[in-house]
């Protein structure tokens, strides 16, 4: 089956609801076959979380298990173990967008922007994403997060250099986004109360206001998904079909527009409950045991 021919199923989500259980796997199993652009690394396994060293044993064990599914892969910090994730992946052959995590402490900030600018001028980094949705969280001032990205531009001049936030953010903040090389926006109609049938078409115009705000320069979808567990949110209700359905939309409208998208995300990881709620749990492709969901009809059948 071509992508062409599967872009009649991509429109809308409702045209995926006359696809028996076993039809929905077997799309599934089709897509993911044919290959992502990328994907969200999630390292943390039970019982970590932010703040834990990572080790080199458990990133090398994910990152063969994403490896033969992706071209690129996504991280959010440049310390604590996860330099090793670029590093790695680069032995793997992946390329990769590498993260400084930026937040309200100076300390761990100049730390982390040192160690994007380390990993970029030793050739790990294919791309430098100077903070993830600082602004959203109000951690950082538009001012300081300036500073912050024009400091690594002037360190960093063989790869480009931008932030990522939330779509509408480089629509209402115009000094971040001329400041950025390329434009890395989230874009999650789950997390706007968008219904599964909708989607995808709001999708497309998140990305389409971040492209308008660019004004020529590239924009790639740094995050979207769909939780396969968990407490709706208007119309957006978490389940194992709607994040089956979501992901094969955004699989086969990436590969039909050309458009680069890092899928959220690899791993389920318990963690993300205390700031997201129970659904924070539950965005992986493969769960927290390291098993691929959405295989199983029983999976499907309870959803």
Known sequence: ?????????????GQLEGKTVKGLQNLFKRVLKNGMHGICFSPYIEGQEPGDHLTEKQIRRRMKIIRPY????????CTEGNELIPIIAKEYGIK?????WLGNNEKTNNKEIAGLKKLANEG???IAAVGNEVLYRKDLSEDELLDFIYDVKGHITNVPVGYVDAYYE???KPRVTEACDI???????YWEGCSIEYSLLYMKDMYNQAKRAGNGKKVIITETGWPSQGVGLNGALPSSKNAIKYFINTQLWSKEDEIDIFYFSSFDESWKIGTEGDVG?????WDKDERLKF?????LLRS
């Open 1 to 13: 089956m071509s992508y062409r021919a599967d872009k009649i199923m991509s429109l809308s989500g």
């Open 281 to 285: 749990a539950y965005w992986g492709l």
């Open 170 to 172: 480089f629509v209402h």
């Open 295 to 299: 295989y199983e009809k029983h999976v």
């Open 183 to 189: 434009i890395l926006a989230n874009c999650y109609p």
């Open 70 to 77: 992706t071209k690129w892969i996504r991280s959010f910090s």
């Open 124 to 126: 790990y980094v294919d």
């Open 96 to 100: 990769t967008l590498v993260g400084a």
